[in-house]
């Protein structure tokens, strides 16, 4: 998994990988080699141990478990063990292959959404000779609110009889929506409320990767004669290639569990099961409609798992390929 | 930073910018922009607080109205009262910056140990803890509520109580992989100087790797917090008592039973007190974002 | 929210609803008679001994949004305190008392408390993660004295395949017409008239919807599930059933389902008395009645006190009439349930608890003098699990305390409608038919026919998946 991270940004370490580093500095002891070594470990692992209970405890015990759980039922208090029976159901179920193609849709729309437009702010922002700071927290205020405060409040605008859209849309004449009510507007109403609330930190992290630009790319691309776009394609996008490329990553892993937003506003499934993604289905296998079906959760949950790495494997795999080009 | 900070070059050229068409573009462009900003970002705001002014009936009805007709204050005493919003907001702090210091001390004393000490296995063990990134929290929620509720080798039950929510928010791979990529840019020299004079690693963390380390704590601060601020899904079911639960929890599920007006006013009041804490700290709190060592 | 919001909203405003009477039966289940043959907790079927020291938790007390009926619940203990001094309830409050996620979360960790809230159909789910302890031994006339007066089908929504009794009922609801009488009258129409088969609302509907100014003759939900709870409650009205007799196959692909996404698709498409904005949910008609955009929906009897205590509308208004089509009408509503491994004497306690909270004529929730001075509803037709002398009593009671027009209930109150529980696994049907209605009332050229066979072999795989 860390070469995804890697073409993010790779800081060259002072020191060679590896172990010996700390032994450098202490050369003047280098005949107790041994008991330095076991002394530094002791004390390093010492230093992890915190994070290495949480790590254990609550995250990779729980990934066993899921395993394991993927292939048990429970009823009535037994639980036993039903081979593939779980990953049976779930393929069977008509839900499954629903909720993958609502949650690439949802991927697909978020990322227009929710990747592009934060970078076209960014770059207009950065653009921008004045009442910069002012905008820049306008566009961070949303995601300062609790959550709960900002979904609802969309739930109350997005009412198709006295919200605040609609009233909007019948006053400039324009067709109104149904917006969250309708199985074809519900799926873009979730996403357009989730861009609303959590752009800001994206908008944040483009401008800064922007104001890291070397002015003088600028400078040899207006000597070049270079139009606007020219420039954002060929030297604006080129130099912010790497926070880009982590974003995209970050955001897709983040849009294909997205949860609060669609709970909230349609209650998860949403009209005709238009907003139902994998992970709310996770979550009704185990715990709505009065299921206890933790093994065909699980089960889900291990597909969906799979899905992500080889994706993440497969976009490694890409930008590894244009970095070496 | 902001308006006083020199104007760096960008795509638009300042040359262009002095002709007359391109002031008169750029003055458009900001108007245009700075009108549309307010009018996206602070309308919404604006209705919130507005509305949990007018009456139960005005808030519903069609078409909505600008202004209240009538300013009914009552509504937000109203809803802190029968809302318990105070004590929810005592209790959201309580996690978030319970598990702010958590995170400050395991996560922090992690990253260092992975990045400076460098013990047997660390990358195994970094590649693991990153390993957790790519994993889906609400896949993993049913296996983590069993774990909490029994948890394996001492056999406690930490349901209801705020190790449940201060805990596992260690486990933060992000965090410490930032954290680990800060540290490895400190030069390995100053380390071994210390080293030489004797420091103990716990020494040369203090006193030198945390006071080189402000701008990447403060970004990692704000992220501890505000994953506190934003979770749902775990706190719903960690915190079963109504008196133990977190904003989001606890408004949701009262705002079922409750009038729409007072419900919005609930929402403002929630929102109240992130919002001024980040107004108030706003210059901080961004130069942190866009430079702590976020950028590339 | 979803689903469950709306079944089992009930329960948040329904402590409300009642009647007044009888305080002799409390004391009967109390002390007299327990002191007698010792209560030991040996002898199941013996009411709790006053003396017995014993602590249960509880949840589902009213939250600080409730006020009153948070006072009710602390007046309730103290009174219950003084005939078991040493019994001890702690309780936690809850609003809304089951929320899907927590209650599957609690059931999976044993972590219920000793008496707790559930809604008619989670009794399998309950069944199924063994959350529940068999209290059939403890419950009879003298710990309850009015049981014999209880819906039989009301308990058995809350006893396993074998006839063993898991909890007590404590609120229910049975679906009806519910019409806005302001809009009625506005038409030309007779508010102490109310319709009573689907022709009947379709003809109402369309003079309602002739008003114009947005008004809509008639109003259905379709989604969170909601759409086939209606669907289920308006098949039922039409003498429908949702499972084969032996419960393995769905019933609903029948004539009877065709009607249902018929009346629905006519007044959608044919009549367009059910405007254009569908995919509603709970409170979605709720809110349009009380601001005088819907004429008709089918819904329960607390509906009308959550349309004035929430959404601030008149009692005058609001009118209920029988379950159209009148064959039977979908009952619903909550119970409590006892967890599993609870001490004899915590059963017992808590049994006298439900008892005099929620199963006594003249106490707890039935005491409707208390419920006026406080300002709650009297006269809502609503809890309705009783029948037999406590009806009677219930009724007299309720009508010296009114403080709701009650004639305006008169129609539904004066056909009674026979009850029909909730199918098994309710929320999984409900789900799969939650497309289908949707489907009727958002597309113009949908096939009823195929809808109906596409929800039946979906539901049965579904079924078919939990057995």
């Given amino acids: 998994m860390a070469g995804t991270i890697s073409p993010y940004k790779t800081n060259r370490r002072s020191a060679p990988a590896g172990s ?88 697909l729309l978020a990322l227009v959404l929710g990747f592009a437009l934060p970078f076209f702010v960014a770059v207009l922002l950065n653009e921008l000779r004045h009442a910069k700071a002012y905008l820049r927290i306008l566009v961070y205020l949303p995601v300062m609110m609790p959550p709960v405060a900002a979904v609802l409040l969309f739930k109350y605008f997005y009412n198709p009889d006295y919200g605040l859209f609609n009233d909007i849309l019948r006053t400039l004449h324009l067709p109104t929506s149904a917006w969250l009510n309708s199985p074809d507007t519900a799926m873009v109403s979730v996403v357009i409320a989730a861009t609303w609330m959590n752009m800001g930190g994206a908008t944040l992290i483009y401008l800064a990767a922007l104001q890291g630009i070397p002015g003088e790319l600028y400078e040899a691309a207006d000597l070049d004669g270079a139009g606007l776009l020219r420039k954002l394609w060929h030297v604006t996008i080129p130099q912010t290639r790497l926070i880009l490329s982590l974003l995209l990553l970050l955001q897709i892993v983040a849009t294909m569990q997205v949860f609060v937003e669609p709970f909230l506003l ?32 699980s089960a889900l949950g291990l597909v969906m798992l799979v899905v992500l790495a080889g994706f993440s494997a497969l976009y490694s795999r890409l930008s590894r390929n244009s970095d070496n080009d | 930073m902001a308006a006083k900070e020199p104007q760096m070059r960008t795509i638009v050229p300042q040359t262009q910018l002095n002709r007359p068409l391109g002031k008169a573009v750029y003055w458009t462009v900001l108007t245009v922009v700075v009108v549309v900003f307010t ?151 100053l380390l071994a100087a210390a080293a030489i004079d004797g420091a ?62 007072v419900i919005i006013a609930a929402l403002a009041i929630a929102s109240a007190p992130t919002i001024l804490f980040f107004l108030v700290f706003q210059r901080s709190i961004m130069s942190g974002l866009t430079s702590g060592g976020l950028k590339g | 929210m979803k689903t469950n919001g709306l079944l089992h909203r009930s329960a948040v405003a329904v402590v409300v609803a009642g009647l007044a009477f009888s305080a002799a039966a409390c004391s009967s289940s109390g002390g007299g ?13 013996a009411p709790l001994d006053p003396a017995t020291k014993v602590t249960i938790t509880a949840d589902c007390q009213p939250p600080t949004t409730k006020p009153a009926e948070r006072k009710q619940w602390d007046d309730d203990i103290a009174a219950f305190n003084k005939i078991y001094p040493n019994v001890t309830i702690k309780a936690t409050d809850g609003s809304p008392c089951e929320e899907p996620a927590k209650f599957t979360a609690q059931l999976a960790g044993k972590t219920q408390p000793d008496l707790f809230y559930a809604y008619f159909t989670d009794t399998n789910q309950i069944l199924d993660a063994g959350g529940a302890q068999d209290i059939s031994a403890y419950v009879n006339e003298k710990t309850v004295p009015a049981l014999k007066d209880i819906d039989p089908s009301v308990l058995g929504t809350l006893k396993d395949a074998d006839g063993k009794l898991y909890g007590l009922p404590v609120t229910n609801y049975k679906m009806g017409l519910i019409y806005n009488r302001k809009l009625f009258v506005q038409a030309g129409l007779d508010p102490d008239k109310p319709p009573t088969t689907w022709a009947e609302i379709r003809e109402d509907a369309k003079k309602i919807a002739a008003l114009g100014n947005g008004v809509n003759g008639y109003g259905d939900y379709s989604a969170t599930n909601q759409g086939g709870w209606h669907f289920t409650a308006e098949l039922y009205g039409l003498g429908g059933k949702m499972l084969s007799d032996d419960g393995k196959k769905v019933a609903f692909n029948s004539a009877e389902g065709k009607q249902v996404l018929q009346n629905l698709y006519d007044m959608r498409w044919t009549d367009n008395t059910m405007g254009a904005t569908q995919g509603l949910k709970w409170p979605d008609l709720m809110t349009q009645t009380s601001t005088d955009k819907l004429g008709m929906y089918v819904g329960a009897p607390d509906d009308i006190t959550y349309m004035v205590q929430t959404l601030k509308g008149n009692y005058e208004d609001y009118g209920m009439g029988p379950m159209p089509g009148g064959k039977s009408a979908l009952l619903g509503g909550d119970g409590r349930f006892f967890k599993k491994g609870s001490t004899p004497d915590q059963i017992k306690a808590g049994v006298a608890w439900v008892n005099f909270k929620y199963l006594t004529m003249g106490k707890g929730q039935f005491d409707y003098s208390r419920n006026k001075t406080d300002g709650l509803p009297v006269g809502i037709p609503q809890p309705s699990f009783f029948g037999g002398a406590s009806l009677a009593a219930d009724n007299t009671a309720k009508a010296a305390s009114a403080t709701v027009p009650v004639k305006n209930y008169a129609p539904y109150v004066s056909t009674p409608v026979p009850g029909k529980t909730e199918p098994a696994n309710a929320q999984q049907l409900y789900k799969v038919l939650d497309a289908a209605v949707s489907a009727v009332l958002t597309d113009k050229n949908a096939d009823i026919a195929k809808l109906l066979t596409d929800a039946e072999s979906q539901a049965n795989q579904v079924l078919s998946s939990l057995q």
């Fill in chain 1, 20 to 107: 010996g580093s700390a032994g450098r500095g202490a050369g003047g002891r280098e005949r107790s080699g041994l008991g330095q070594k076991v002394r530094r470990n002791l004390s390093a692992h010492g230093f992890l141990f915190g994070a290495l209970v949480c790590f254990g405890f609550f995250t990779w015990y729980p990934m066993v478990r899921e395993v394991i759980m993927s292939f048990q039922k429970t009823k009535r208090g037994k639980t036993t063990w039903v081979g593939f029976d779980n990953l049976e159901r779930i393929f069977d179920d008509p839900d499954f292959w629903h909720a993958w193609r609502n949650t690439f849709l949802f991927t």
């Fill in chain 2, 39 to 189: 009018l996206v970002f602070i309308g919404p705001l604006y209705w919130l607080v507005t509305g949990g002014l007018k009456s139960t009936q005005e808030v519903i009805q069609s078409p909505p109205t600008l202004f209240p007709s009538e300013i009914h204050w009552g509504t937000y005493a109203t809803a802190w009262r029968e809302l318990k919003i105070g004590r929810l907001l005592f209790n959201t702090v309580y996690y978030a910056f319970g598990a702010l210091a958590f995170q400050l001390v395991f996560d922090v004393a992690a990253a260092y140990s992975l990045s400076k000490l460098r013990p047997v296995l660390g990358n195994v063990i970094l590649g693991m803890m990153l390993a957790t990134l790519m994993i889906p929290s609400a896949v993993l929620i049913v296996p983590q509520y069993l774990t909490v509720l029994d948890l394996p080798l001492l056999h406690l039950n930490l349901i209801s109580t705020p190790w449940a929510i201060w805990l596992p928010t260690v486990a933060n791979a992000f965090n410490i992989f930032l954290l680990k990529r800060f540290f490895d840019s400190i030069p390995q020299d």
């Fill in chain 2, 200 to 261: 103990s690693p716990l020494r040369t963390l203090r006193s030198i790797v945390l006071p080189m380390s402000k701008p990447i704590l403060g970004v990692v601060s704000i992220f501890a917090v505000v994953n506190v601020w934003k979770d749902f899904l775990w706190p719903m079911l960690v915190q079963p008592n109504p008196a133990d639960q977190t904003l989001n929890i606890g408004i949701r599920s009262l705002a079922t039973g409750v009038p729409q007006n």
């Fill in chain 3, 33 to 45: 008679s327990s002191s007698g043959d010792g209560g030991k907790a040996g002898d199941a079927g």
């Fill in chain 1, 266 to 297: 349609t209650g998860g499934n949403g009209p005709q099961n238009s907003t139902m993604t994998v992970v709310y289905l996770v979550y009704e296998y185990a715990f709505d409609l009065g299921g206890n079906n933790y093994g065909v959760a």
